[in-house]
């Protein structure tokens, strides 16, 4: 442009003098150098665009900010996964990092500054309605420029459906070591329980007719129990075929509740039982699992209440062709924070050497292989309750049968 602009004031200081030379001369380079202006805000423009393009349709949450948590850049993706819009997070201090997360960004901005990678670290933040969400998070620090503070990057990405799928793998994995722990021990502890029970009956026999007679079918149920327990240990590494017959639920839950009453009367508590709805009712499987599901609900029942608390076990049908045994207790119920791991293997409350941490996973077990669900929650009243919905194969047809628990 420069040597345009000399060729023409030459040729102008011929034709017309200095002075309107310089005037014309002026106008056009004002006219050039305008063109150029406009040409490179075009191009700054068309870059602008194309990086705002790139981040807006990144698939993971992009935010950039400087050394005081001020954001400078957030990308459509995080206003999705954080709930923020752009003009509401720009300028601001960043608000999706949790009070109790903030010493460690500021370890993870010091290896950055160190030059160590940070790459998908695993934390949480926090979204505008103030729910905390697992992500991945990379950071990057920013070359620097004159004049400018010195910013950082962060990615982050939602790894919830991670986390779940790591969650079931892991189960997986304790299933299948239970698993082998269970086929390493059931032969050790199958044949004692056999030659216990086989003493059992020879002992029942010569006592026929005698008050000891009811005292030692106690004993027999209770080894059978504990036949039916140890073989369902293998159940977590193979399922077998379960005898598909008849059970009436009534008869179960009152023969698992004889079993229990003694531990019942040694807290001197209650244990009511209002199955008039059930009246009838048989479901699809085995008398013998099913009756072991329901005495580790009862059991942890028992173990919740206090001395002289309440054990209430009812039921009620629904319109579907199923039914609904529920046991509440009156113990203190079930913390908040653990709620989600009652149902985890080898996990209990309970003190060392009162608890194996397999009657849930076990008893979960059992009822889904009978077609079932089984819950676990608090009541609003206070204490626990455990319900178990089953298929029933003959619904009593009541006029009181209702839609929703008692």
């Given at each position: 442009m420069a040597t345009l602009l000399v060729s023409i004031w030459e040729y102008l200081q011929r034709a017309s003098g200095d002075v309107a030379a310089f005037l014309v001369l002026a106008t056009v380079a004002g006219w050039l150098i305008r063109r150029e202006r406009r040409r490179r805000r075009r191009e700054v423009q068309q870059t602008h665009d194309h990086y705002r393009s790139i981040l807006d349709n990144a698939p993971d949450a992009v935010v950039l900010f400087d050394l005081d948590f001020q954001v400078a850049e957030w990308s459509a993706a995080a206003e999705r996964l954080y709930g923020i819009?752009?003009?509401?997070?720009?300028?601001?201090?960043?608000?999706?990092?949790?009070?109790?997360?903030?010493?460690?960004?500021?370890?993870?901005?010091?290896?950055?500054?160190r030059n160590q990678a940070v790459l998908d670290y695993e934390s949480e933040r926090l979204t505008a309605s103030g729910k905390l969400i697992p992500v991945a998070l990379s950071y990057t620090r920013m070359p620097a420029v004159p004049d400018h503070p010195q910013l950082y990057l962060e990615i982050a990405q939602d790894i919830h459906e991670r986390l779940q799928l790591r969650d079931?793998?892991?189960?997986?994995?304790?299933f299948t070591l239970m698993g082998r722990m269970a086929a390493g021990t059931a032969h050790h502890l199958n044949t004692p329980l056999t030659a216990m029970l086989l003493q059992t009956e020879m002992l029942a026999q010569r006592l026929q007719g005698r008050e000891e007679e009811a005292d030692l079918a106690l004993i027999e149920d209770r080894i059978r129990f504990?036949?039916?327990?140890?073989?369902?240990?293998?159940?977590?590494?193979?399922?077998?075929?379960?005898?598909?017959?008849?059970?009436?639920?009534?008869?179960?839950i009152g023969a698992v509740a004889g079993l229990l009453r003694p531990n019942v009367a040694l807290k001197m508590a209650t244990l009511e039982i209002d199955l008039k709805d059930l009246q009838g009712a048989q479901i699809k499987g085995d008398p013998n699992y099913f009756g072991a599901a329901l005495s580790?609900?009862?059991?942890?029942?028992?173990?919740?209440?206090?001395?002289?608390?309440?054990?209430?076990?009812?039921?009620?049908?629904?319109?579907?062709?199923?039914?609904?045994?529920?046991?509440?207790?009156?113990?203190?119920?079930?913390?908040?924070?653990?709620?989600?791991?009652?149902?985890?293997?080898?996990?209990?409350?309970?003190?060392?050497?009162?608890?194996?941490?397999?009657?849930?996973?076990?008893?979960?077990?059992?009822?889904?292989?009978?077609?079932?669900?089984?819950r676990l929650r608090n009541r609003d009243g206070g204490g626990a309750r455990a319900s178990v919905w089953l298929p029933l194969l003959n619904a009593p047809t009541l006029p009181h049968a209702r839609e929703t628990a008692a």
């Open positions: 819009r752009r003009d509401g997070a720009l300028g601001r201090r960043l608000a999706t990092v949790p009070p109790e997360r903030w010493n460690e960004l500021r370890e993870l901005l010091g290896r950055v500054s079931r793998l892991l189960e997986v994995e304790k504990c036949q039916v327990f140890v073989r369902d240990l293998l159940c977590f590494a193979r399922v077998p075929e379960l005898p598909q017959k008849p059970v009436p639920l009534c008869e179960v580790a609900l009862l059991s942890n029942a028992v173990d919740a209440i206090p001395v002289k608390g309440s054990i209430r076990i009812h039921g009620r049908l629904d319109r579907e062709g199923g039914g609904e045994i529920s046991i509440d207790d009156s113990g203190p119920g079930i913390p908040e924070d653990l709620q989600t791991s009652v149902f985890e293997p080898f996990f209990t409350t309970k003190p060392s050497g009162h608890g194996t941490g397999l009657g849930l996973p076990i008893a979960r077990n059992i009822v889904e292989r009978h077609g079932g669900i089984l």
